[in-house]
């Protein structure tokens, strides 16, 4: 009998298998080296000369390189939803680029008010005449469309008098460059009929001609000669604007408030600074809040942790100046985590013993540590001779080492990706972190299996509070370098933003943290260098923020519904995490 060979099944190309695979992974590296190349380049113009000629530099990428890492665990562990988020962010600054649009419609207002000046030149014998308002080669002014005045003025009609044959060149100019203001002059007679006019001036007449003329925008009529004798008067008020400078204008002031926006903060080294260390603080408290609230314990108690760390930490500080920093530095750190573990187990044992709503103790003894802190630096760390309230300076050996020249980027970086390891592995790898979720899951299912929620529920919050406590370390003993009041300015409540934005995931919060971070230093930078209004810059970071975060709420109660769902339906509690994630 025959029988036909039949063919092996064809095996999948490994190559293609390997890709298929790591899609994500590749993806993920590619954007953040891509990102870490862009940052690096833009701070130093693109001149790798400038670059190795900048005093720590090679830290400098390092952190860089940990931005990119960032971005790789953004693009992983979100998968699909990575790109709503993007989509989102790039929506939300769409959104905030038309309302900067709409407020600088007035940005063209410029041309129409500001300090002038008008002017008859003339080399002929001025004609006495008491009656009249100007004399040759004599400047009057003023100020066009003065804001919040009774009566702005809004043209001049000054008389002159002059010869027949008289040379005479009309000048209505900006006092100075500070002074926009774009002008038109005319020349009338004594009847009010207009004999010339002008709306600009050439580049001759501002270098070389003459010496009072600010740019092109003022108003020359040169060389003109008086036909009679008589009274002349020079009439002088600013061009009316057309729309398409209106338009053109607006267009131009929101560009340019947007590249301060999204280049501001990596233009220099030292605006680079200013974003890392405020990354830094929101991720420890983004951190600290996606803790405690992947048990669905919705403590907002991270300030008053933050204010606890900072004053222990503050404490220690100023009363072991002797002891050399490579041991001081640790104790701080360990003993700033230790007041955030105390004050967080507190809400905790409320809660879990008390059944005390979470959202009142934790506000309410944010209140009792700030006034605490208040009372102790008032009365007892302020000097007696300081003019306001502050501790003195930490001493050298108290300051979190710079790792970075002329910032103030510090050996924080590196206790962050510590902690940013830990709080993963405590999550996924320890049974406290498989109690955390489950209790995050299903508290009812969680105290059936056996779990003690009542000690999860503790020791979460606790935990939450360590990583809080370094946060207020990080402002004491690495910003500030000295307590002060207001040591916070509530920045722990923006840490929630940061903990939503990043779904709860311990290695999302990095990324949601420098970017949220991000928009903080570039809204400074919009106000600083584009002359946005602070009201204006609030209202666009407001915005985006809230449309991005408006996502990911959506994403989150998206997410509860789902576990709800399959509590219901009976699916086990590893169902119930694969929701989750």
């Known amino acids: 009998m025959t029988a036909k060979s039949r063919q092996a099944p064809a095996q999948p190309d490994q190559g293609l298998t390997f890709l298929r695979k790591h899609l994500l992974l590749i993806i993920g590296a590619a954007v953040g080296i891509s990102v870490t190349f862009y940052i690096t380049n833009t701070m130093f113009d693109g001149s790798f000369e400038k670059m190795t000629g900048t005093p720590t530099w090679q830290n400098i990428l390092l952190v860089n390189l940990l931005v990119g890492a960032c971005i790789l665990l953004f693009v992983v562990e979100l998968k699909r939803q990575a790109i709503r988020v993007l989509l989102t962010v790039i929506v939300a600054l769409l959104l905030g680029f038309l309302v900067t649009f709409i407020f600088n419609l007035d940005s063209a207002e410029r041309f129409g008010r500001g300090e002038f000046r008008v002017q008859v030149v003339s080399e002929a014998e001025p004609v006495e005449n008491d009656e009249v308002d100007l004399e040759f080669n004599k400047r009057r002014g003023g100020d066009f469309n003065k804001p919040n005045v009774v009566a702005p003025v809004s043209e001049v009609a000054w008389t002159f008098a002059g010869s027949e044959g008289d040379v005479v060149s009309l000048l209505a100019y900006a006092k100075n ?17 207009t004999l010339a006019a002008a709306t600009s001036a050439t580049e001759l007449q501002v270098d070389e001609t003459f010496d009072d003329l600010v740019s092109v925008r003022d108003a020359v009529i040169a060389d003109y000669a008086l036909p009679a004798d008589g009274v002349y008067t020079l009439y002088a008020r600013p061009e009316e604007v057309e729309t398409g400078t209106v338009l053109s204008e607006a267009l131009s002031q929101s560009q340019l408030a947007f590249e301060a926006l999204l280049l501001g903060p990596i233009e220099r080294v ?36 933050l204010y606890f760390g900072a004053l222990v930490s503050g404490i220690i500080a100023l009363n072991f100046t002797n002891v050399p920093g490579v041991i001081l530095i640790p104790f701080i750190i360990l003993a700033s985590a230790t007041a955030g573990f105390i004050y967080g187990l507190i809400p905790g044992a409320l809660k879990a013993y008390l059944n005390a709503n979470e959202l009142v103790s934790t506000l309410m003894l944010n209140v009792i540590a700030t006034r605490f802190f208040e009372m102790v630096l008032n009365f007892q760390l302020k000097p007696a001779d300081a003019g306001y309230v502050a501790s003195e300076k930490f001493g050298p050996n108290a300051i979190l080492p710079v790792i970075v020249e002329n910032t103030q980027v510090t050996i924080a970086v590196f206790v962050l990706a510590i902690v940013i390891v830990i709080s993963w592995l405590l999550i996924r790898r320890t049974p406290l972190g498989y109690e955390i979720r489950i209790i995050g899951s299903n508290l009812r299912f969680a105290d059936y299996g056996g779990v003690n929620s009542k000690r999860t529920i503790m020791l979460v919050m606790a935990i939450g509070g360590i990583v809080a406590g370094l946060a207020g370390m990080h402002l004491a003993n690495g910003i500030h370098r000295q307590l002060i009041l207001n040591i916070s300015f509530a920045l722990a409540f923006e840490g929630v933003v940061v903990a939503l934005l990043a779904r709860l995931n311990v290695l999302v919060v990095p990324f949601t943290g420098l970017l949220y971070a991000y928009l903080r230093a570039g809204a400074q930078f919009m106000e600083r260098d584009a002359n946005v209004s602070f009201e204006v810059v609030r209202m666009i970071q407001a915005i985006i923020i809230l449309l991005i975060t408006a996502e990911a709420l959506v994403s989150f109660f998206q997410a509860r519904q789902k576990r709800a769902d399959i509590d219901e339906s009976g699916h086990s509690v590893e169902s119930l995490e694969v929701a989750d994630a």
């Open 177 to 193: 460059r500070r002074s926009e203001v774009d002008l038109l002059v005319e020349l009338r007679d004594d009847a009010g009929a």
């Open 270 to 305: 030292n605006r680079w600074g200013v974003w890392i260390q405020d990354a830094i603080t929101l991720i420890l408290l983004g951190m600290s809040f996606a803790i405690v609230f992947r048990a669905q314990q919705f403590s907002l108690g991270a300030e008053g942790q």
